[in-house]
């Protein structure tokens, strides 16, 4: 069974999310179960080894997968910012919610993932994980004005 590493870059960001470890059942999956797997994890790792609350844990996967219209709504106010713990949204974190959240925004653009080096782009796209691959989900911020 391979163990990979995903780690996450948000470009402006002060605050990132630490990697995450993925032990992996099969060498091969889709990029579609790598962002599940990943999502779940991280929010594993958020509530449980840092003891984040449920508010804490959704602002910093708020980094990562800011909706469209998150984005469009604080651009337009001059500023895209990182949600602060008191501007998340109730008490508990529903995963699959998550995990919808982080798909749809790959497949609008507003993160990219690369394994091995090289960008997917199809969440239907079968990864080899035979050999020790570095994984990176990478989430571009908007400059300021454009």
């Known amino acids: 069974m391979p163990t ?42 958020l509530t449980i080894t840092q003891r984040l609350d449920a508010a804490a844990t959704q602002a910093a996967l708020a980094r990562q997968y800011l909706s469209e219209d998150e984005v469009a709504a604080q651009a337009e106010a001059g500023r895209v ?17 998550e995990i919808k959240k982080a798909l749809r925004a790959f497949t609008a653009q507003r993160f990219y993932v690369f394994v091995g080096g090289r960008q997917v782009e199809n969440l239907d796209e079968e990864l080899d994980f035979a050999q020790q691959t570095q994984v990176t989900f990478l989430r571009l911020m908007p400059l300021r004005g454009g």
């Open 4 to 45: 990979i590493e995903v780690r996450t870059k948000v470009t402006g960001a002060n605050a990132p999310i630490e990697p995450v470890f993925l032990e992996l059942v099969s060498e091969l999956i889709t990029l579609r179960e790598l962002i599940r797997r990943t999502v779940a994890q991280q929010i594993q790792e």
């Open 81 to 97: 910012k990182m949600p602060t713990t008191e501007e998340s949204q109730g008490p508990r974190v529903n995963v699959e919610a």
